[in-house]
């Protein structure tokens, strides 16, 4: 008999004599950080999606090099950006005292693909093999111009620190499909782009005024998966197993005397520690996987902690039920030496994020599960720097950007939204991040307006006073 | 919220109010306690203060307007609730009728509809927001068990619990009540003699003598200064993107000082909110002040300074507010506050009283961004004295000499006249000195050899517009490094490099004296456009024609430490950047004539160039530029010296001439200032407020945009409160009076309520942080308002607050549970018993470092860097790596852990820490898997258990029962049960078996930690008792304050 068994029997045995099974079942239900049940009333509406796995390209991936194909810029290259073009726009201060904006158009080859006859870039061969299967937007804009806020935008609908992230919200409104992981995973890798990338922060996965077992776990790719998993030298298996059950009987006489619910929680929450022992392990360990799942995922994805590694444990991760799973890749930040820094960021990524969906759609997945890939905001088309015949670099540029979707709710093999021809402006359908917030919620079956929190006497919800679902990308 | 399953509970849950907080049936409906709650959260948003949401004119915040006349209708007709049009909307059938709207997303539950009907049926009495009425000393209540109660709180609490028909719970045994108090008031367990002490005293003063003793110790500051720390958004790095370092642990320190000496609540109000505006400020009020610069500052490349310049105001306006007035006042930055009476304009208006401060938006990236001062801890003021009386002496010393030194420093003059020109400059930290005049070992002349030229001041190098001079790895000055350029120029071209250490091409990082266009430039770059300070001097050289040029930086990272000399007169300049963020040191050379590419090579003549280690003064630059050599000045009839050359000479002559005993006397004067400056070198920094001479303009922000001001503001307190005090000023220190003037309704309540939640875990005012009309009715109103008005009583008395709570027979409670308690009050809010609550982040921690052996205890100092595993800051930034303490650093209690705002500690955080990103006054408890690993798991507990083990092999007497015995009462103050010794001793014989067996895993567990393994002990059996010491560290009991 496994022990975690055991110790469940153990549980249930112990408790009956406790405050009723029924109230227990509650408990146990309400109070277990991982196997929660959803907020009442949610989902509001049918989900198509029953999770989310976000590939966040931290640092801002140029769209003129990867998806939105420009092919007059070419006549304009050197050229002035127009003032009417910029409309007075605000520049970084990296860039704003610039004495020209001289446009730079993408040195890099575009080509149709699919039936959906989708533009994608020569950088990116593998996501363009599974063009129909996505959905570009290609006018999403943000407010902020710089990394720190953008991305805390992103993550939590407001850009100063303070609130929820995304994934907290949805671990507190949906509650989790297993009880052995957390329902909000995170997984970080460095790109070979710019290896002197804009940092991530912890609360980018925060709780905020939620509780704080709603915040995102970070999986790490060295020393223990999860923070203090493993442990220590000279404690054996069976020891722990031993250990958990003598704990359990005290914290048991504990209860006897006081009563505290809070204490028959805690020996649940042991138990929970000691299954995700055995859970976690489980489940980063690729050793088992078949040849055939490297060879998709490419070569990267048998070294832990690269990108590629990640796009395979997010696809175990929901395969084992988990909610919300966030990748970030730094390393998209280039302001100078773009043509050679974003080749290495696409290796980087490339067939990874195209592996990721074709796996997820070979397991019958994708249909339930949200893939979003996309940065914080986009690149300037002018050129920060020198512009060479063979170097430039690009400065943040918040009014239009591409990323793409896949899965569970999305419309397969469309383009929405369309940019002038500077790739500047938005000519149709802007997407705010807000909206795209709202989206995401929608096709988990949440209505954005209704997910809330009340703190400081406020109702707040991810999507702050604004947002609207966007309908032409949901199938 | 709590989710414990109580059908009651959940069925008031679902009216938006806390269970026990509704009235009984008989009582009367009061507007604040039963109606205000319903109509803030559900009708205020379209029929509340805010114009900008309201559909009609309608509105539920003023009674006169919901009362009037609606055109032959009445939303409220008192008494009369049939004829009520808001009674008819709530109640409609039909849907398009119904209030509120179906696509407001809120809806009435049927308890608030009745409970509305119930009001407009009894008259619909209106009253003014609870907390903006000025609390009144209420009178004590009449109980019937009278005996049970110990002071005023007591009567309060148990007229509730009469009124329920519930009884207190008995007083809480005595070790649980030490452990409790003691915790409670310290942050840390008692010791086993202090339990000991403690259960054998009968008198009975007993219990007050151990809250008297707590009171005393220095422990307590530290225990009181945690939560203000979370609620000053305190941390030791910046917050926004690189997140680097900064230093505030003076201020952390002044915080714990203040409580130890029980600086009373008003000064420590004005202090922090504008000490600096004190008369006569001193050092320690300055650095008060930095409650108000705890917020995070942004330094990423980039961004719009003016942006965050207003988020720091905001912030702070926000955080004022939160802490002392409990009111959420950020909500009113965009648009009129939806609940509360702050209008928009009002908010702009407070925010006036804190924009005003000499300070950036674009903060600095690494460390403290101005204004901030230099704040020597008082060992250092004390060692700073004695440099002063040296100094003083060292002075005193030469100024003996002077009639000495007059009379030889004559005759010397006079022994000039028809000798060889001889020279002097300035020593004094001087770095390198290059003559040009001739070959030079420490120079490599490119591209091919040098060439001198003789010239009335010197026969100096010449430049040819290719030729440069390289000088090597010298000089590799950063942003805080003081340093000096000069030379003596005859420039025959318009541009051109002078002294550089830069990579040699156009607008690289690095530093240089330039001239371009005539003009000379100073750059000390990082990147050209946006990282770096760029200053061009407002006059052009006349060419052709020798100059002495010399420019210093102060090291303050600012263009306004820059100084630009031309023949010793201070250039004015234009400043092109002033944004000194990053390192410019460089791997490149420093040069001579050249650097930053072919294009900036010298065209001319250059001699005695010269670089400082020091920013030099307006003399010695003068000194410098003198062109004159010793004989010429001497020459010069004394009347016609300037100062500088008079005190030249005399530098001149106590360097090359002066007897002995007056060159030892200056040395020694140069010596004792020396080691001045280098002690105030360590002196730490902490960043405070400081108000610029006139007031900064304020707008009002359009939907609170940076960029899109409205009208102009001018500084006034919101209109719902009353007025500034008479006789205080319309400025920050005004302010900071006005929050604790007796009459402000708010601060008092507020505060008080915090210190209860630090004791209860809940405050009598549940949302802490929220007095407002969307905050929760207070669960006992008038012991709310009876401790506010025993604290202004008793003279804002900090310890005296403290101690009249914890003496409370309330507090006194046992905290056990009965299965009917639970049911009733499952959040304990009547107070039926004591609280039962989950240790803060740092007491558990803090815990077992104290029964483990291994804390050590210092009172203050910079942050301290314990255990954290390895590489935690580095995959999230690829930059800074965490570097761990070794020895005491890693066992000082946890409020002194390093505080690094993107990367916070992980095992606080797991046990519920605030994030320090924004203020945060309420605590919360989880109870997560994470919690456990993190206490079986964690090398901190592995160790303490491992110490605590050997702990109970030396002190805990000699068999098991014993030492299981010893360490469970030091970890929980208690003796165990016998069962819970069996389940301990059962545990120690199997571990024991277990280590036996396999010596080497029991080696391998002993060496979790730096602290050193007692040799004397059998290791086999000293890892059985560290998985029996983890074993009870882990125990519910032990992380519970019961």
Known sequence: MKPIDLTRRHFFSRASTGIGVAALSSLLQQDLGASESALPGIPHFAPKAKRVIYLFQSGAPSQMELFDYKPKLVQYRSSELPDSIRQGQRLTGMTSTQSSFPVAPSMFEFAQHGNSGAWVSQLMPHTAKIADQLCFVKSMRTEAINHDPAITFFQTGFQIAGRPSIGAWLSYGLGSENKDLPGFVVMVSQGSGNMADQPLYDRLWGSGFLPSKYQGVKFRSTGDPVLFLSDPPGVAKADRSRFIDDLGKLNQLEYEEFGDPETTARIAQYEMAYRMQTSVPELTDISKEPAHTFELYGPDSRKPGTYAANCLLARRLSERGVRFIQLFHRGWDQHNHLPKQIVGQCQDTDQASAALVQDLKERGLLDETLVVWGGEFGRTVYCQGKLTADDYGRDHHPRCFTIWMAGGGIKPGITYGATDDYCYNITENPVDVHDLQATILHCLGIDHTKLTFKFQGRHFRLTDVHGKVVKGVLA | ?1042
Not at chain 2, 875 to 881: C, D, F, I, K, T
């Open chain 2, 1 to 1042: 919220m709590s989710t414990r399953p109580v059908s009651r509970a959940l069925f008031f849950l679902t009216a938006g109010l806390a269970p026990i907080l509704l009235p009984a049936q008989d009582t009367p409906i009061q507007f604040n306690r039963d109606i205000r709650p319903i109509l803030s959260d559900k009708c205020y948003t379209c029929h509340g203060p805010d114009p900008g949401n309201r559909k009609t004119k309608l509105r539920f915040d003023m009674e006169s307007v919901a009362l009037s006349d609606l055109g032959g209708r009445y939303a409220i007709v008192p008494g009369d609730p049939a004829k009520s049009e808001m009674i008819r909307r709530i109640t409609a059938e039909n849907k398009a009728m119904r209030m509120p709207p179906v696509a407001s997303g809120t809806s009435l539950t049927p308890q608030e509809i009745d409970l509305l009907r119930q009001w407009v049926q009894q008259g619909a009495k209106w009253q003014k927001h609870w907390s903006f009425i000025p609390p009144e000393r209420p009178a004590l209540p009449t109980v019937k068990n009278a005996a049970w109660t110990r002071n005023e709180i007591d009567r309060f609490i148990l007229e509730r619990l009469e009124s329920e028909n519930l009884s207190p719970s008995p007083e809480a045994d005595k070790e649980r009540l030490i452990r409790r108090v003691t915790f409670d008031l310290t942050g840390l367990p008692p010791t086993p003699a202090e339990v000991e002490a403690f259960v054998t005293d009968a008198s009975p003063k007993a219990y007050e003598k151990v809250v008297d003793r707590l009171l005393a110790s220095p422990r307590y500051g530290e225990r009181m200064a945690v939560r203000w720390l979370d609620a000053a958004r305190y941390a030791d790095t910046n917050g926004y993107q690189t997140d680097a370092e900064r230093s505030m642990w003076r201020w952390r320190d002044w915080v714990i000082n203040a409580f130890n000496r029980n600086m009373r609540f008003d000064e420590f109000t004005i202090e922090q909110i504008a000490g600096d505006l004190l008369p006569n400020a001193t050092l320690d009020q300055k650095i008060a002040t930095g409650f108000n610069r705890n917020h995070r500052g942004n330094g990423e490349g980039g961004i719009i300074p003016e942006e965050y310049a207003v988020e720091y105001v905001v912030d702070r306006v926000d955080t004022t507010s939160t802490v002392w007035l409990g009111l959420t006042m950020g909500c009113a930055r965009c648009h009129d506050h939806k609940y509360d009476p702050i209008s928009q304009k009002e908010f702009y208006q407070v925010y006036a009283y804190f924009n005003s401060i000499p300070e950036r938006g674009k903060a600095f990236k690494y460390g403290n961004s101005p204004p901030a001062i230099m704040a020597p801890t008082v060992p250092q003021q004390h060692q700073l004295a004695e440099a002063d009386a040296k100094v003083a002496a060292a002075e005193q010393q030469f100024a003996a000499m002077k009639d000495q030194l007059e009379k030889t420093q004559s005759a010397w003059e006079k022994s000039l006249k028809g000798k060889p020109a001889l020279y002097w400059s300035p020593e004094r930290g001087l770095l390198a000195d290059f003559a040009l005049d001739a070959e030079n070992s420490k120079l490599t002349w490119e591209p091919n050899g040098a060439e001198f030229g003789s010239d009335k001041i010197h026969p100096a190098a010449a430049f040819d517009g290719k030729r440069t001079a390289v000088a090597g790895d010298i000089a590799n000055f950063d942003y805080f490094d003081k340093f000096t350029l000069a030379a003596w120029i005859l420039p025959t071209a318009g541009t051109g490099a002078i002294l550089t250490r830069t990579e040699d091409k156009p607008e690289d990082m690095g530093y240089g004296l330039y001239l371009k266009d005539g003009k000379l430039q100073f750059n000390l770059i990082d990147r050209w456009l946006d990282d770096g300070a760029r200053v061009e001097t407002e006059q052009a050289l006349t060419l052709n024609q020798w100059h002495h040029v010399a420019a210093v930086y102060d090291g303050t990272r600012v263009a306004e430490g820059i100084r630009i000399y031309v023949d010793g007169v201070s250039q004015k300049f234009k400043v092109h950047l002033d944004d000194v963020n990053q390192t410019f040191a460089t791997k490149f050379p420093f040069r001579i004539g050249g650097g930053s590419g072919p294009e900036n090579r010298f065209h001319g003549r250059i001699a005695d160039a010269r670089i400082y280690q020091v920013a030099i003064t307006a003399e010695e630059v003068v000194m410098l530029s003198d062109p004159l050599s010793l004989n010429e000045l001497v020459a010069q009839p004394p009347a016609n010296r300037t100062p500088a050359q008079k005190h030249k000479l005399q530098l001149a002559y106590l360097s090359l001439a002066a007897p002995k005993p007056i060159q030892q006397a200056r040395e020694r004067l140069a010596q004792a200032k020396d080691e001045r400056v280098k002690l105030t070198a360590t002196f730490p920094t902490t960043m405070v407020m400081q108000e610029l001479p006139a007031p900064r303009e304020a707008f009002r922000l359009i939907r609170g945009a940076y960029d899109r001001p409205g009208e102009k503001v001018t500084r006034r307190l919101p209109a719902v409160l009353p007025p500034l005090p008479a006789g205080a000023s319309n400025d920050r220190l005004g302010l900071a009076k006005w929050i604790v003037d007796p009459t402000n309704p708010l601060t008092a309540r507020v505060a008080v309520n915090r210190f209860w939640q630090m004791y209860f875990g809940t405050g009598i005012v549940k949302t802490s942080e929220d007095f407002g009309s969307q905050g929760e009715w207070p669960s006992h109103a008038k012991l709310l308002d009876w401790l506010a008005t025993e604290f202004i009583r008793t003279g804002w008395d900090v310890k005296a607050l403290q101690k009249t709570i914890v003496m409370s027979a309330t507090y006194r409670q046992s905290s056990r549970i009965t299965p009917e308690l639970l049911q009733r009050d499952p959040d304990n809010r009547l107070l039926a018993r004591g609280p039962r609550l989950r240790m803060s982040a740092e007491m558990v921690r803090d815990q077992a470092l104290a029964v483990s052996g291994l804390l050590v205890e210092k009172l203050g100092g910079p942050s301290v860097k314990p255990y954290q595993p390895a590489g935690l800051w580095k995959e999230l930034s690829g930059g800074l790596e965490y570097v761990q303490d070794t020895g005491d650093g890693l066992y000082r209690r946890s409020l002194y852990t390093y505080w690094k705002r993107a990367s916070p500690p992980p095992s606080m955080m797991t046990f519920d820490s605030a994030g320090r990103e924004i203020c945060s006054v309420r605590e919360t408890r989880t109870n997560t898997p994470l919690q456990a690993l993190t206490l079986m798991n964690d090398v901190t507990y592995v160790e303490a258990s491992r110490t605590l083990a050997q702990r109970m092999m030396t002190e805990g007497g000699t068999t098991p029962e014993d030492r299981i015995g010893f360490a469970y009462r030091a970890v929980t103050a208690r003796v165990p049960s016998r069962a819970q010794k069996q389940v301990l001793l059962d545990s120690f014989r199997y571990n024991l078996d277990r280590y036996q067996t396999d010596r080497k895993a029991a080696g391998s567990l002993l060496h979790e930690g730096e602290s050193p393994i007692n040799p004397k002990l059998d290791k086999s059996e000293l890892a059985a008792y560290t998985t029996v010491a983890s074993l009870i560290l882990n125990l519910d009991a032990t992380v519970t304050i019961e």
